[in-house]
T-cell receptor, first 113, second 111 residues
Framework: EDQVTQSPEALRLQEGESSSLNCSYT??????LFWYRQDPGKGPEFLFT???AGEEKEKERLKATLTKKESFLHITAPKPEDSATYLC??????????????FGKGTMLLVSP | NAGVTQTPKFQVLKTGQSMTLQCAQD?????MYWYRQDPGMGLRLIYY???????DKGEVPNGYNVSRLNKREFSLRLESAAPSQTSVYFC??????????FGAGTRLSVL
């Protein structure tokens, strides 16, 4: 069964302290890996899609990278407003022929001033 | 441009009561989804609708029914609510790149 595992479950950083979040997956024939940000009390918000090993995408202080088995979300010099839960997801094929997303449980990031 | 709109935002039910959660999207997306999110469990797919007129079960469909009313609207019904259905429910729709756009959620408590 396709699985998505995120680590760590929670991460506390000081403002300016760079770090990385991990998303490992076991899926045959990856057709994209998605990163989302979720603020407390809100729905997830799309950040990036990565399709092939070696691909990188950046948005402000965030950079997402992809290998054949995992993806990293690097956060450079984070600010308190980067505090959120970060979710990754991979497509899963259904018997209907359609594909849906399987989400990891997320990493809760807290950036202190 | 509202995106995905869910109603109500909050609801408290007694065990055995029924209710319908409403979802509408204005992005002309074909596919729509219902998830529940529980602490430590992440987002779990309840039902999805790949296109107007079709619905299929996700990972946790028991105790729920759905209706794809038209291309814009996808509702989730709890026929006889149970305390185990206390959760936050999210509706989403997706574009042709499979990017999902989420509503703000419905927080449901079943007493």
């Amino acid at each position: 069964e396709d699985q998505v595992t995120q680590s760590p479950e929670a991460l506390r950083l000081q403002e300016g302290e760079s770090s990385s979040l991990n998303c490992s997956y076991t899926v045959s024939g990856l057709r994209g890996l998605f990163w989302y940000r979720q603020d407390p009390g809100k729905g997830p918000e799309f950040l990036f899609t990565l399709y092939s090993a070696g691909e990188e995408k950046e948005k402000e202080r965030l950079k997402a990278t992809l290998t054949k088995k995992e993806s990293f979300l690097h956060i450079t010099a984070p600010k308190p407003e980067d505090s959120a839960t970060y979710l990754c997801a991979v497509p899963r094929s259904r018997n209907s022929g359609y594909s849906t997303l399987t989400f990891g449980k997320g990493t809760m990031l807290l950036v202190s001033p | 441009n509202a995106g995905v709109t869910q109603t109500p935002k909050f609801q408290v039910l007694k065990t055995g009561q029924s209710m319908t959660l409403q979802c509408a999207q204005d992005m002309n997306h074909n596919s729509m989804y219902w998830y529940r999110q529980d602490p430590g469990m992440g987002l779990r797919l309840i039902y999805y609708s790949a296109s107007e007129g079709t619905t299929d079960k996700g990972e946790v469909p028991n105790g729920y029914n759905v209706s794809r009313l038209n291309k814009r609207e996808f509702s989730l019904r709890l026929e006889s609510a149970a305390p185990s259905q206390t959760s936050v429910y999210f509706c989403a729709s997706s574009d042709l790149l499979n990017i999902q756009y989420f509503g703000a959620g419905t927080r449901l408590s079943v007493l």
